[in-house]
């Protein structure tokens, strides 16, 4: 739905129409910089203050060959004057840089849709690669569905440089900028925030910043001058809660959660990772941010970096590693040490789409197995999921505490949704944060006996002492520990107990989380369960549903072991309960088993995450069944 409102102010005589919301998505190869320019119009729509949701798509080949379908880039946003949720299903404006992006992006687009093509781009070679017989320019019937704007953005961006001494190559680099301003001029953005960092980024490159201000300028002008476009559109501010925002990526809130968590502690935290995707970030960008408290540390494979952070839990740090799927395998025998010493860490999984290497640049639920039960023996953990980028911030805090509090390794999962996404995040003040609070035992507690470093709390929780205090040295291992003495023991009816001990330890943090939430009705026809990055697909697919007059109502978990301590209760309130996963059917399993509930499981594996349709159409067919 669209209004038109005067628009003398565009100088060219052409409408302005106002829209609630748009998706876009840019798309090229992966070195035609289709990332930087949807992250410049993502920045620019925040601080206009539209509410935004991102999906980064990258290419898994680090190089694939220019012009391969295999080597597309993707960058989809979702701006609106409203709260959204997810970067939308359908794409409204494409643009799409060469044939092979084209080809692999074009169903996404709606029937109506506004597809911007880079003709330079569609010559015999490029359309060979992309496997064209024929040019699809040419192709009526093929485009025949959409608003077709071909524009020779190559020879425009080079006219736009000239003179600046740049080859084709360098001249071809800044297309993205041209392509960008195009779009600016589009939705009526302010292209002054992407200047600033233009102007910051290369400001010992004077010649590639005036080349990339020009494109970027050409590009906007071109969009006021040419006749193909007689209409332009805007979307206005949304109504966030008042405070002071900036735009977000999941990996980005990991990394600052966790320098919050050395400041509220006073404590070192230490971060020993080695880098995949796509959780590296987590680590290059806590690296930049030393004078909070922080240590990094890249080791030389993923069994080096959990060892290293078990060393720092037995020194007494708050330590933490990140990984993806792979990683995590090769981390399962040093996790289970962590369980079997009850040293506090956290151990943060991105996940990604499996088995083995897998999907590694696409999003995936698959790792919750793993999670649960992915290690030797009775080997429980405490596992928290994150809902959204935004929600990576307050959940690896709440993963810190459990962890501390209840002196245990605590799994954080992510996914690559969430970890490459981007929302906006108001930035909570200091008096908003949770204390976490980290007490080293400093004397003896035997009662004549000596140091006991398994004698517990109410709560089944040992002391932390850190090596070198005074009268409390005491053993660690992997070997199984005498109860109170923490000696190591070969008797099976310790084992028994201690086995006993630690998963009733796990269990107790039900009385110390939240009691679950649903949104909706509190009773009816259908309960929906999500988990991890599904929730903005099933929050919105549920809403939808309430607004048809359908009684669905949603229910979303971010502590996943412990449950909730009422989570059976609600489960029993509803005459249908659906749990959409992008896996087999996980959480559906552990569910049914603990809950004993007929639930019905709806998979996705494609390493894309739900499009709100799906389930929408799932939720009909449930209801109907």
Not at 305 to 313: D, E, H, K, N, Q
Not at 455 to 466: I, Q, S, T
Not at 525 to 546: F, I, K, N, Q
């Amino acid at each position: 739905m669209s209004t038109d409102i005067d628009a003398s102010q565009s100088g060219a005589e052409k409408s302005l129409e106002l829209l609630e919301s748009v998706v876009i998505r840019f798309c090229g190869d992966s070195g035609d910089g289709m990332q930087l320019a949807g992250t410049q119009f993502t920045n620019v729509s925040a601080v206009f203050g539209n509410d935004v949701s991102t999906l980064p798509d990258f290419p898994a080949e680090i190089r694939a060959p220019a012009g391969s379908l295999f080597g597309v880039s993707g960058f989809q946003l979702c701006f609106s004057s409203s709260d959204v949720f997810t970067p939308g299903d359908a794409v409204d404006t494409l643009v799409a840089m060469n044939p092979a992006a084209l080809k692999t992006n074009l169903q996404d687009l709606k029937r109506g849709g506004t597809l911007i093509l880079n003709e330079d781009a569609f010559d015999k070679s490029n359309l060979t690669k992309a496997h064209y017989e024929t040019n699809p320019l040419e192709d009526e019937k093929l485009l025949a569905p959409y608003r077709v704007h071909k524009v020779p953005m190559t020879r425009l961006t080079r006219d736009s440089v000239q003179g600046l001494g740049l080859g084709n190559a360098e001249a071809d680099r800044c297309k993205n900028f041209f392509a960008l301003g195009l779009v600016y001029w589009l939705y009526d953005r302010d292209s002054t925030p992407t200047e600033e960092w233009l102007q910051s980024k290369f400001k010992k490159n004077p010649a590639v910043l005036e080349a990339n201000m020009r494109a970027l300028k050409a590009g906007y002008t071109y969009g006021i001058a040419t006749e193909q476009f007689t209409v332009h559109y805007q979307v206005p501010k949304a109504q966030l809660p008042p405070g002071r925002y900036r735009k977000i990526t999941g990996n980005e809130a990991l990394a600052m959660g966790l320098a919050t968590i050395a400041k509220i502690s006073g404590r070192e935290l230490f971060f020993g990772g080695y880098p995949i995707t796509p959780a590296s970030d987590v680590l290059h960008d806590l690296a930049a941010l030393k004078e909070f408290g922080v240590r990094t540390f890249q080791a030389e494979d993923e069994i080096a970096a959990i060892t290293s952070v078990i060393g720092a839990a037995f020194g007494g740090a708050l330590s933490v590693t990140a990984s993806s799927g792979p990683g995590i395998a090769l981390k399962g025998e040093g996790i289970g040490l962590g369980v079997m010493t009850e040293l506090p860490m956290l151990i943060i999984n991105v996940q990604r789409g499996g088995p083995s290497t897998g999907l590694p640049t696409k999003t995936e639920q698959s790792d919750l197995f793993m999670s649960y039960f992915g290690r030797n023996g009775d080997c429980p953990m405490p596992v928290l999921a994150a809902q959204s980028p935004a929600d990576c911030f307050e959940m690896v805090q709440e993963a810190m505490r459990i962890a501390v509090e209840f002196m245990t390794p605590v799994f954080l999962l992510t996914d690559g949704y969430i970890a490459n996404g981007a929302e906006p995040w108001r930035i909570p003040a200091e008096s908003e944060l949770k204390p976490i609070t980290v007490k080293h035992q400093t004397e003896i507690n035997g009662n004549g006996e000596g140091y006991l470093p398994y004698l517990r709390d109410e709560r089944l929780v040992r002391p932390w002492a850190v090596p070198g205090t005074p009268g409390l040295e005491h053993r660690l291992g992997g070997l199984e520990k005498a109860d109170r003495t923490g000696n190591v023991s070969y008797d099976t009816e310790n084992h028994q107990k201690m086995t006993l001990i630690r998963q009733q330890k796990v269990r107790n943090i039900a009385n110390y989380i939240p009691e679950q939430e649903v949104d909706g009705p509190e009773s009816g026809d259908l309960l929906v369960v999500s988990w991890g990055g599904t929730y903005g697909a099933v929050r919105t697919a549920c809403e939808s549903a309430r607004k048809k007059g359908q009684s669905a109502a949603h229910c979303h978990l971010r502590y996943i072991n412990p449950f909730p301590k009422n989570l059976g209760e609600i489960l029993k309130r509803y005459k249908k309960v659906l749990i959409p996963e992008l896996n087999t059917g996980q959480m559906w399993v552990i569910l049914r088993a603990l809950y004993l509930v007929d639930a019905v499981s709806f998979s996705k594996v494609k390493g894309k995450p739900f499009l709100v349709q799906e389930l929408t159409d799932k939720i009909d067919e449930v209801l109907a069944s």
